[in-house]
């Protein structure tokens, strides 16, 4: 694909461009400096310099609680799979946001295919907006490479001043450039100032954590009966808040609700949390992770070890949202390294 700039001043009117016929999500305020994404309608509601929100995008693919069937035997029906959609443009989205929906496009797409996921995903816009220097301490983005755009979105911005470089990524990207009027043709200036950002964040980013990508998997792999968990194990609340903050947690729960005379029912899905002690609870009462700080240990393969086995993915994308939310200050950068330090 290609590029093109965008004037801050045309901002207001891309905005205006996007909601005239669909729905804008963006970051926007809340107090004591956290953001959500939320529908907007114009720029000033937007929090350009918002750090990243309590809750990541994936609440509009895999929603909290959505309808997956209903029934309804009083007209004869059968069971009928449902799918809310609706057009919608994801505008503001960090790079950390991007590889948190790209891990989740993997698993969805996996066998067996979720359908609700993949039907979902097609009516939406991304829009990216890149950081140019680090939200906050709680980071830990430039570890796994993605403090930098890695593909995801249909648009990319890049603030370079009086303008943003604009990544066209994807045909849609490309008719929506086309079809607002408000985009510029690339000039060589801007192609420098690109570059020299780029290299200017090359030294502004560092690995927040002393370890190289490829030593994570064997790190976990080497510390299954480390006395981390067990430390850890003891401060958790098991609240379930870091796995609802993070970008690339998808488990849930399936629940019927039959009305009372049973003619009538639906089938919800329900976020779930590795953390919960009922979790992996099974029949006979039975629970191969009672203990508190073997949820976490399996949280945090979950994210370092286990999609490396079959994705060849690492799934925390260093947002830090885990370490912002956990009510226990279990903070991920602090845990890697009392791993490191047992494990030399």
């Known amino acids: ?60 693919f895999l929603p909290p609680q959505e309808s997956l069937l209903q029934y309804d035997t009083t007209q004869g029906e059968k069971m009928q799979a449902e799918v809310a959609i609706e057009e919608t443009v994801l505008f503001g989205l960090h790079t950390c ?34 950081c140019n220097d680090y939200c906050d301490s709680s980071a830990n983005c430039a570890m796994l490479f993605n403090h930098l755009p890695k593909g995801g979105y249909d648009l990319f911005l890049t603030d370079l001043g009086d303008y943003y470089f604009v990544d066209i990524n994807t045909h849609k990207g490309d008719l929506l450039v086309e079809k607002s009027g408000l985009f510029v043709p690339v000039t060589p200036a801007a192609q420098d100032n690109l570059q020299k950002l780029r290299q200017i964040k090359t030294k502004r980013f560092k690995s927040e954590i002393p370890i190289r990508y490829q030593d994570i998997k064997p790190l976990f792999e080497a510390s299954f009966e480390s006395n981390v968990w067990t430390d850890i194990g003891a401060k958790c609340l098991a609240c379930g808040n870091c796995t609802n903050a993070c970008p690339t947690c998808y488990c849930f729960d399936i629940v019927d609700e039959p009305e009372f005379d049973l003619t009538r029912g639906k089938r919800l899905r ?23 700080g073997d949820r976490q240990r399996h949280r945090y393969n979950r994210k370092f070890h286990y999609p490396m086995e079959r994705y060849k993915q690492i799934f925390c994308t260093g947002c830090g949202r885990c370490s912002r939310t956990c009510m226990a200050r279990i903070d991920l950068k602090e845990t890697f390294n009392a791993l490191i330090e047992e494990c030399r």
């Open 1 to 60: 694909m290609s590029g093109v700039l965008l004037y801050k001043s045309e901002l207001c009117g891309l905005i205006h461009f996007l909601v005239a016929d669909q729905t804008v999500i963006a970051p926007v305020p809340l107090t004591h400096g956290q953001f959500k994404f939320a529908a907007v309608t114009t720029l000033e509601e937007i929090a350009l310099d918002a750090i990243p929100t309590l809750l990541p995008p994936k609440k509009y």
């Open 97 to 130: 946001d991007l590889a948190g929906i790209q891990c989740l496009d993997m698993v969805f797409a996996d066998r067996p295919k979720d359908l609700h996921y993949m039907i979902r995903k097609q009516h939406f816009t991304l829009i990216g907006l890149e």
């Open 270 to 292: 329900i976020w779930d949390s590795c953390q919960h002690e009922n979790f992996a609870r099974i029949a006979g009462g039975e629970n191969f992770r009672k203990e508190r």
